[in-house]
Structures are given as structure tokens and as C-alpha cells.
């Protein structure tokens, strides 16, 4: 626990000990400065690694990072005006979710979205741009308790190709008891193109959302007309939309 202030970079120069920067519990290491630079020397989320367990930035600019940077966390960015996070070469930003007060831009950065038990899940007003269109943009993994979660006002700048994505998202514990559900609305592109999404372990991504949101959960038997089976706890009429996703405990039979 506590806090760690930081008013300009951050470099871990020694590798002898891999976890030498390994904060626990509700540690938070804030960025004070403007325009920071992080530099790990062992970057990773798993034991022999180091990484933050919560970490904010408070100043404006552009934050870099010069290797791969992992919070088992909470970013946070204070800043109303727009800010950046930038890399030379790709590098990943893995954190637990992302509370912003304005926008910001990824730049040449992935950023991954990992809360293996559950937790906050989003991410608002936020641009990618500058990374190759073989990289996976965005990836999340989350058990999907809490949600569904609603992603808003994303714009993705690269148009991916080949093994690239816009996102990927995997329920991190299966589709039962809740399937991780993301709606994603006013983002660019406007609806999300099927090929260029991954989809992993029952998770659902809407984009852009339908209305009103029945999602088949399949959780307790195959009866269209149960409403247990239905994400809304209801079952649609014959007006209604409903997502029918590819893996669920049990298909649906009318």
C-alpha cells in the first residue's frame, strides 16, 4: 500500500533482480510531470517481473514508453486536454481499466485491458493511431461480472490487415454465470467489421449496440421462452433484436 510520487521519468536500470519494482495491494505511483518517459528493464505481470499495481499521471503531454509497461490497476489520467501515449516501437500498455477526465491517444501503443476477476471495466474518447495494421489494437479480458460495459467515442486510425485486429476480447471465465459483454457507441469506424474482431471464450462485443440488448446466455437450458436464458432476464418478442453468440452452455431451441 501507499503512494509514490514521481516528477519526472522512470528508469529501472539494474536486471540482476527481475522484480525489483513490485508494488502490492492499493500502491498507486503517480506521474506528476509533464511529457514522462517509462522505462522498465524487466517489464512483465508475472512473478519475476516488474510492473505497477496502480498507476496515474496527473501532468499533460505525452507520456512514452520506452518498453512494455503492465499494471495489475487502474490508469488514471487527471488531464482535461488532450493527452498522448506514445512509443517508438509498438510497445504494449496492459492495465486493469482506464479512468480518464479528457481525451487521449494511443500512439504506436497496444493497450490491453486485463481484469482476470472482475472489476472496472473502460475506456472512453480514446484514439489509436500509428500502429502497424498487423497489431491487435485493443485486447480485453474480463470474467464480465458488472457489465455489460460500454466503450465510448474510440476511433481506430489504422485499418487492420492480415493477423491484425481492432479488438479482441475474451471472457475470462466463459460465457456462465455472465458473458462478458462490450457495447461500443460513436466510435470510427461506426460498426465494428466482423473479420477485424476477435471474439474468445463467449464474450460478446455489440458495435454499435443493438436494441434492446437481448443477449441468449444459454445459462440454464435451451428454452427460448425462459427468461434465465436471456442476458435482460426477459425474453424478446418478435420485434426485438436479439445476439445470438457462437459459444454458450446451451444453444437456443424454439
Request: aromatic content about 8%; charged content about 5%.
Amino acid at each position: 500500500a501507499g503512494i509514490l510520487s514521481i516528477g519526472g521519468d522512470l528508469i529501472q536500470v539494474g536486471t540482476g533482480s527481475r522484480d525489483s519494482f513490485h508494488p502490492s495491494l492499493n500502491h498507486t505511483t503517480i506521474f506528476t510531470g509533464t511529457s514522462p518517459t517509462i522505462t522498465f528493464g524487466t517489464p512483465g505481470d508475472v512473478p519475476g517481473s516488474s510492473r505497477f499495481q496502480g498507476f496515474s499521471w496527473t501532468g499533460t503531454g505525452t507520456l512514452t514508453l520506452a518498453r512494455d509497461v503492465y499494471s495489475h490497476g487502474i490508469f488514471t489520467t487527471t488531464s482535461t486536454t488532450p493527452i498522448t501515449v506514445s512509443s517508438a516501437a509498438g510497445q504494449l500498455l496492459q492495465i486493469g481499466s482506464h479512468a480518464a477526465a479528457g481525451p487521449i491517444t494511443f500512439n504506436n501503443v497496444r493497450l490491453a485491458l486485463n481484469e482476470p476477476t472482475g472489476g472496472p471495466l473502460a475506456l472512453n474518447n480514446a484514439t489509436f493511431q500509428g500502429l502497424a495494421a498487423t497489431a491487435i489494437q485493443l485486447t480485453v479480458s474480463h470474467p464480465g461480472t458488472g457489465g455489460p460495459f460500454t466503450f465510448n467515442n474510440l476511433t481506430f486510425s489504422v485499418t487492420p490487415t492480415g493477423a491484425g485486429r481492432y479488438l479482441s476480447a475474451t471472457d475470462a471465465d466463459g460465457s456462465t454465470p455472465t458473458p462478458l459483454t462490450i457495447n461500443i457507441t460513436n466510435s470510427n469506424p461506426a460498426i465494428g467489421p466482423a473479420p477485424l474482431i476477435t471474439l474468445l471464450n463467449g464474450a460478446v462485443v455489440n458495435w454499435p449496440p443493438v436494441a434492446p440488448g437481448f443477449t441468449w446466455t444459454g445459462v440454464t437450458n435451451g428454452a427460448w421462452n425462459t427468461g434465465s436464458n436471456w442476458s435482460t432476464g426477459t425474453v424478446p418478442t418478435a420485434t426485438d433484436n436479439a445476439v445470438i453468440p457462437a459459444s454458450t452452455p446451451n444453444a437456443p431451441v424454439i
